[in-house]
């Protein structure tokens, strides 16, 4: 089973026992995450509440967490479902994402700001194996370009990060396809360090544009994928 990707909490302190809703909101979430949910993926609402052990109303308020969130949509005649992002979802979420982490990086800079979390974060991409499972890319990934915005010491900015950080994780768990090999996302990341510790601000906008121009690029060639296979699926 791949390994768990982890999302940070919320900025705020929260101290609550943990209800059942979401136990299961935590459960499904997990399934997504790690890729046992696939894009297209119809969440069946007897199935999956005997499936959790829950209720059906607990059931329905757990999936009504998740839709918040965006990992889960409610389509007319279809239930809910695990998101096929349409090109334009894909292309709104990588606005948003390159507005937050160039303005995170221009303020690293400027503060003279090299987080040693981002610098863990490539060490790791670099020490792995060719055919090491993309949930070992995954986490890493996420690691430096979490670094970077904690870095622009910006609570607001970290929490409209946060907002949009699901949707960024479904994104990446979408998109192994469009990567065979982890020592390429090691190298992008290298240069956008690597920009950052010269403290060149041109260039690690240039780069930082480049790398999430192509991860969106890559991203809907992925989910034209998906979404085909799971059209012929169906259609069977």
């Known amino acids: 089973m791949p390994k768990a990707i982890e999302i940070p909490s919320p900025p705020e302190v929260r101290i609550a026992t943990v209800s059942t809703v979401e136990a299961a909101a935590n459960a499904i979430r997990a399934l997504i995450l790690d890729g046992e949910l696939a894009p297209g993926a119809r969440l069946r609402e007897n199935d999956f509440a005997e499936r959790l052990g829950v209720a ?16 889960l949509r409610r389509e007319p005649n ?7 992002f349409a090109q334009a979802d894909v292309e709104d979420i990588f606005k948003l994402r390159a507005a937050l982490e160039i303005e995170a990086t221009r303020l690293a800079i400027e503060a003279g700001v090299v987080p040693d979390e981002a ?17 070992d890319v995954v986490q890493p990934d996420l690691d430096f370009h979490r670094a970077i915005i904690d ?7 970290q929490r409209a990060y946060h907002g949009l ?16 090999h982890p020592a390429q ?4 990341h290298e240069e956008l360090l690597a ?17 999430l121009d192509e991860a969106a690029a890559n991203q809907i060639k992925a989910l034209e994928g998906a979404y085909t296979d799971t059209t012929e699926e169906e259609s069977n």
């Open 56 to 71: 059906r109303h607990s059931f329905r308020a757990a999936t009504q967490i998740l839709i918040g969130e965006g990992l």
């Open 78 to 84: 279809r239930g809910v479902q695990v998101p096929i």
């Open 119 to 135: 610098r863990e974060a490539v060490a790791q991409l670099q020490a792995l194996s060719a055919d090491a499972p993309w949930s």
């Open 151 to 157: 870095a622009a010491d910006s609570p607001r900015l």
């Open 165 to 180: 950080q699901s949707e960024i994780v479904l994104c990446m768990v979408q998109l192994q396809p469009a990567y065979d």
């Open 185 to 188: 996302v090691a190298a992008e």
């Open 195 to 211: 920009a950052i510790e010269a403290r060149d601000a041109g260039r690690a906008e240039k780069l930082w544009r480049v790398h």
